[in-house]
């Protein structure tokens, strides 16, 4: 596999601001039969890792084989492309003991409760708004995702022609 140039990884600080500002992701699990299921999402990060609330087939996937690829990027002209993979494994927060448990979550739900207030970032006077999701029903599930490999890339920093 073709390898991407690592002068034109993104920095730790490029990466954070990606990782903070971009609106959504895209997971991809190994559903049944080895079919993939790719799906976009909204996100929190905290401490390296991805967090989302998710329900439906992808919850039902990762419960059977947690490694799953997240994809973070922007822009749309192959010049201005930036973005990141992290491949890993996900954990199903099944409970709200879990919930609680995890040292991260909490902090995840006020950022995402920030970021995507009002659906779309319309904030609502100086008021904080949290996150307000939790385990629910079979599948609605937070789920705490561990990247093991990353690979970013930031298009910018080729050189010009």
């Known amino acids: 596999m073709a390898r991407i140039r690592a002068e034109l990884a993104l920095t730790a600080e490029e990466l954070e601001q990606l990782m ?3 609106w959504n992701m895209r997971v991809a ?8 299921n790719l799906t976009p999402l909204w996100f929190g990060w905290a ?4 967090y ?3 329900r439906g087939q992808k919850v039902t996937n990762l419960r059977r084989n947690p490694a799953c690829t997240v994809l973070v990027d922007r822009n749309e002209q ?3 492309l930036e973005g990141a993979m992290f491949q890993g494994r ?3 927060l099944e409970n709200a003991e879990q919930e609680e448990a995890d040292p991260h979550l909490e902090e995840v739900r006020w950022l995402m409760g920030a970021k995507y207030s009002g659906g779309h970032g319309e904030t609502q006077g100086d008021e904080r708004v ?3 999701q939790t385990a629910v029903g079979r599948s609605a599930r937070w789920v705490v995702f561990e990247p093991s490999r990353l690979i970013t890339w ?5 050189p010009k022609r």
């Open 90 to 92: 996900a954990t199903v």
């Open 29 to 36: 699990t190994i559903g049944p039969g080895e079919r993939i």
């Open 52 to 54: 989302f609330f998710g």
């Open 154 to 158: 930031d298009n910018h920093k080729l």
């Open 47 to 50: 401490s390296g890792r991805v």
């Open 20 to 22: 903070t500002t971009s």
């Open 78 to 80: 192959y010049a201005d």
């Open 130 to 132: 949290r996150y307000p």
